[in-house]
């Protein structure tokens, strides 16, 4: 097992899996976007640009997507909680996803990365 999948493996159910199938989406979705780990989180690149990384906010009690360039877009659903480049989503693991909203803020996102 590699570092990435050891960090989700930290998880207990269903968070666990609940993220990696968001892992594994986000990643099919285009060939451009990769992962690496940094400061121990899995980030996600798009053509080796900073798009996302995933974490666990201790305030919320809950996983989020963080995103590059948060500040640059006005999506209500995106915390900016003091941060000057990114905002997150919060992710509820006792709800569906909202993958067409996440697919949409990864859209986005890329339209900023040169």
Known sequence: MNPIQEYFFRFDEPARSVLLF??????????????????????????????????????HQKHYLSFYHGD????????????KKFKILLLDMDEDLPMELIFEILKEVKTYTK
């Open 22 to 59: 968001l892992r594994k989406k986000i990643l099919e979705s285009d060939e451009l976007i990769t992962e690496t780990l940094s400061f121990g989180l899995p980030f996600l690149k798009y053509k080796k640009k900073m798009l996302c990384y995933f974490y666990y906010s201790k305030q």
């Open 72 to 83: 640059r877009m006005d999506h209500p659903e995106l915390l900016s909680e003091g941060r």
